[in-house]
């Protein structure tokens, strides 16, 4: 599987994840796989496990570059994009972050409202700014 399909199956989780909150990671990660046949690689299963590990500095990260935002009204794919590229800006050295930003603001063409995709970029130039990644 390659990385851009890696990516949006990790994304699949991740929504799923922040809409179910009655269940675990592992649960989740389980039935995917088994009953939806998700895809799953290495990359995906150390981006989903790995926003799960580092759940509180991500959202803290995202939170800090929010502009006037609510956190509260945040989409849930929004929620799960913002996640996931900013794992990768802080945890994946080896994925440069122009492509975190630009795969995560694709995504949010493909999942989201059609106009959420500068939410996200701005969002993310934010993060990959505040880690010193830009």
Do not use: H
Request: charged share 35%; aromatic share 10%; with cysteine.
């Amino acid at each position: 599987m390659n990385r851009k399909t890696a990516r949006e199956n990790a994304f699949i989780l991740l929504f799923e994840q922040a809409c179910k909150t009655d269940e675990t990671a592992e649960e989740i990660f389980e039935k995917a796989v088994s009953c939806r046949e998700l895809e799953c690689d290495e990359y995906v299963k150390r981006v989903f496990f790995g926003v799960r590990e580092n759940l509180t500095v991500i959202d803290d990260a995202i939170e800090k570059n929010l502009q006037g935002w609510n956190k509260k009204r945040i989409s849930f794919a929004s929620k799960a994009i913002l996640r996931l590229a900013s794992y990768e800006l802080m945890f994946m050295d080896d994925i440069p972050p122009k492509v975190s930003i630009n795969e995560g603001i694709e995504l949010s063409k493909k999942y989201d409202d059609e106009k959420t995709y500068t939410f996200v970029n701005g969002v993310l130039n934010g993060v990959a700014e505040y880690l010193g990644r830009k």
